[in-house]
């Protein structure tokens, strides 16, 4: 069995371990690796060489760090169809969905290549006679990176090239279901010319997230992953000092206007529900169809449903994989039953749609259902699987209500031809991230990406310009360099004149 171990001190960890779990592909559902999981000897092993990397790393010149990124930005360039081609086998998306990952990740990493920029200060000249006063911003230290398993390439690129430009050190703690992805940018970063230590990925489950979190040395933790566990981590992390973003789950609302393009709707509510198999923190997992469109809505959704192509990922055509695992099948295939009980009309049945694939992977096909109400199980959890459902409301102003009463914040869209609608839109609603008549509204590499309410716990967003802020603080000097004419005791506060 093929085994997946650290990376620790630029290079694979060789010790022995006791406790690991398994990699699955899930188009074929056949265990296709081991990936070791940490215990205390390997969480200490990685914090302590990225403490030690540390003293070199953070001292490197900014034209020595960029000169790191930009090669790593060509190597991932070069070779981007290896990790597209892992991140299909593991975690299961089709492959052009895995390359759009990885392009949205390049994106991540040129925005850190211009670093030097981003770390500009300030500088104020005779704040007092002969008096100057600038600002710096400095590396934290050793800093933590948890992500989840729906992007293995992006989300740990989200993090680490960032945390690396502004001179701090790195463990990262993959999702162990789809671990190979973070090995092999890791190695892509060593290649490139990063010193050994600077970057180490520590695989495992609770045992090592709660390891990073009460560590000493580890300074702040980027996470990514579902509500409750982005809670733990961001309560956790905060109670040790450290400095926590921890971005959590979705249920984002995609709101169509009676003066919407239907064909338009249709087409952006079936590529943003299905696309990667309902997987994605940005999915479209509730329909709002504002009265009268909701019949033509449905029908239209019903008919491009019934045309994807759904299995293997490797296989050409297919639009829609499996699921990541045969446990996270269960558990979305079972809101298709709760979906019945409590009245929903289940308009296409997933669990009947044509495979391309072999049996044993871990499939469920796309599924609507119509008529869904704010109190079911359906619409209240984040199911993160191709179920999507429609809701019908009266007014745009009943689809603000519950987009707003929505304990959730991540993203949402409207899609109509009003441009004063969409403004109104975009200023009343309480989520992060909007599109109008963009129904994934994953912001660009220089924005910064992040959920209100329940879908962030912390201050500051992912990536971009909220990334260089999370990673660095800020140093403030007053200098005065003094000349004869300065002197005497004066005990008053300082004043600048
Ligand atoms: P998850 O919360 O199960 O796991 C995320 C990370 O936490 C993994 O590295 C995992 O090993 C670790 N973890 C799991 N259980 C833990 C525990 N009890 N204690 C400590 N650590 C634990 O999430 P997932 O299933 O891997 O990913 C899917 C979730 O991530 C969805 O909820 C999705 O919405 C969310 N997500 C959010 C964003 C965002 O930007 N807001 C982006 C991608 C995914």
Redesign the pocket.
């Given at each position: 069995m093929r085994r997946i171990s650290h990376w620790i001190d630029g290079k694979p960890w060789s010790g022995d371990t006791d406790r690991f779990g398994e990699v699955f592909d899930p188009a074929t559902g056949q265990v296709a690796a081991h990936v070791d999981f940490a215990g205390a000897t390997e969480i200490e092993a990685a914090v302590s060489a990225a403490r030690t990397a540390s003293v070199e790393w953070r001292d490197a010149s900014l034209a020595a760090r960029t000169s790191v990124l930009f090669g790593f930005r060509e190597l991932l360039n070069a070779r981007k169809r290896e990790l597209v081609d892992l991140v299909t086998a593991e975690h299961g998306k089709v492959t052009d969905d895995a390359a759009g990952e990885v392009q949205r990740a390049m994106e991540a990493v040129e925005f850190a290549c211009g670093v030097p920029t981003l770390l500009k200060g300030g500088y104020s000249e005779n704040v007092s006679t002969r008096v100057d006063v600038y600002s710096l911003r400095q590396p934290l230290g050793v800093v933590g990176v948890?992500?989840?398993?729906?992007?293995p390439a992006m989300?740990p690129l989200w993090f680490v090239p960032n945390a690396l430009a502004c001179g701090n050190t790195v463990v990262l703690?993959?999702?162990?279901?789809d671990p190979s992805a973070a090995n092999f940018i890791a190695e892509l970063f060593a290649e490139a010319g990063l010193p050994d230590g600077a970057l180490n990925v520590l695989h495992?489950?609770?045992v090592?997230?709660?390891g990073l979190?009460e560590h000493r040395d580890v300074r702040a933790i980027s996470?990514?992953?579902?509500?409750?566990?982005?809670r733990?981590?961001y309560e956790t992390g905060t109670r040790h000092g450290k400095r926590v973003q921890a971005?959590?789950?979705?249920k984002n609302h995609m709101v169509v206007l009676p003066d919407s393009d239907l064909d338009l709707a249709a087409d952006a509510a079936v590529s943003a529900g299905f696309g990667s198999a309902g997987?994605?923190?940005?999915a479209v997992s509730v329909v709002v169809a504002v009265d009268p469109v909701g019949d033509e809505l449905v029908s239209r959704i019903r008919d491009r449903i019934a045309k994807l192509k759904v299995g293997d990922g490797r296989r050409p055509g297919c639009e829609m994989g499996p699921l990541?695992t045969a446990a996270?099948r269960d558990k979305v295939t079972s809101y298709v039953d709760k979906g019945t009980g409590e009245g929903a009309e289940l308009v296409v049945d997933g669990r009947e749609h044509e495979i391309d694939g072999e049996p044993e992977g871990f499939w469920l096909g796309p599924t609507l259902f119509d008529h869904v109400e704010p109190g079911m199980a359906l619409y209240r959890d984040?199911i993160?699987g191709p179920v999507l459902s429609v809701v019908r409301v009266a007014t745009y102003e009943d689809a603000v209500e519950m987009v707003n009463a929505n304990p959730y914040g991540?993203g949402t869209a409207i899609f109509t031809n009003d441009g004063g609608a969409a403004r109104r839109f975009q200023h009343e609603v309480e989520i992060g991230m909007v599109g109008v008549n963009v129904p994934i509204p994953v912001p660009v590499g220089y924005y910064s990406?992040?959920?209100w309410k329940d879908?962030?716990f912390g201050d500051t967003h992912?990536y971009g310009p909220d990334g260089i802020h999370f990673f660095t603080r800020t140093k403030v000097v007053t200098s005065r360099w003094l000349d004869p004419s300065h002197g005497g005791v004066n005990l008053g506060f300082p004043r600048n004149v």
């Open positions: 948890i992500s989840p398993f729906n992007f989300v703690k993959p999702s162990e279901k495992g489950d609770k090592a997230v709660d979190l996470f990514v992953g579902s509500t409750p566990i982005a733990y981590v971005l959590g789950g979705a997987e994605r923190c940005m990541v996270h984040e993160f991540n990406f992040g959920g879908s962030l992912a």
